[in-house]
């Protein structure tokens, strides 16, 4: 059963804790991406990576980090730095960086 | 399809219609494009793309056209059910910009039934 697993599908964190959001695929997708959702917007890039060990900030990377060591896994950080963390967070892939398909999402909550 | 602030345009149509949905893009080296649907709480679902190259693309009950004289892109879908009642909204690859997407802000469908 092939796709994109995003979890926790909920997530409760204290303000000034560090969070980290997974997201897997057995797509064998080279990209993965890490997209920011707040309510009733589109979305907003947060960081990219094109191959293992390698990733880039797309345009709201403050507050944030990621990891690829592997090519099915590409886990975001909320750190603390993040002044408004409380959002919606996708995670997509893409077998040729174009389309990207996505995962269900990780609603975090800060307070 | 552009969102403001909190509140996303809305399209209101009866069960059987159809429906159209508008995307305005303002990059002319846009070459690649693509419509998805989002329930609430879930992820965004793959609809339908579409290259600079062509002016008309056919899915299962559902057609992309674009205008690029006009820089606009539509989603139209043919008896409109129920179960289409989510947030639509379109993104574009800039030629220039590697393999990134940029979203467009979402219209709202709404089925009547």
């Known amino acids: 059963d092939g796709g994109i697993t995003q979890s926790p599908k909920y997530l409760f964190r204290k303000e000034g804790q560090n969070v980290t959001l997974s997201c897997e695929q057995n797509?064998?997708?080279?990209?993965m991406y890490w997209y920011r959702q707040d309510p009733g917007q589109g979305l907003r890039l947060i960081y990219y990576?094109?191959?293992?060990?390698?990733?880039q900030k797309g345009d709201i990377a403050e507050g944030y980090s990621v990891s690829r060591e592997k090519k099915e896994s590409f886990p975001l950080t909320v750190t603390s730095a993040q002044k408004n963390p409380t959002a919606f967070y996708l995670c997509?892939?893409?077998?040729?960086?174009?389309?990207?398909?996505f995962g269900p999402g990780t609603r975090l909550t800060v307070t | 399809g552009e969102s403001v602030g909190l509140h996303l345009p809305t399209l209101s149509v009866q069960e059987g219609d159809n429906s159209i949905i508008n995307c305005a893009y303002s990059?002319?080296?846009?070459?690649?494009f693509i419509w998805y649907k989002q329930e609430s709480g879930k992820g965004p679902q793959f609809i339908i793309d579409?290259?600079?190259?062509?002016d008309k693309r056919q899915g299962q009950r559902v057609t992309v056209l674009l205008n690029k004289t006009v820089k606009h892109l539509s989603l139209q879908i043919a008896a409109t059910q129920p179960g289409d009642s989510a947030v639509y909204f379109c993104?574009?690859?800039?030629?220039?910009?590697?393999?990134?997407?940029?979203f467009g802000g979402g219209t709202r469908l709404m089925v009547k039934p």
């Open positions: 997509a892939s893409s077998p040729r960086g174009l389309e990207q398909y």
């Open positions: 797509l064998n997708h080279d990209a």
């Open positions: 990576s094109q191959i293992v060990n390698d990733f």
């Open positions: 990059n002319s080296a846009s070459d690649y």
């Open positions: 579409i290259r600079s190259n062509m």
């Open positions: 993104a574009e690859n800039i030629n220039n910009a590697g393999n990134m997407l940029t």
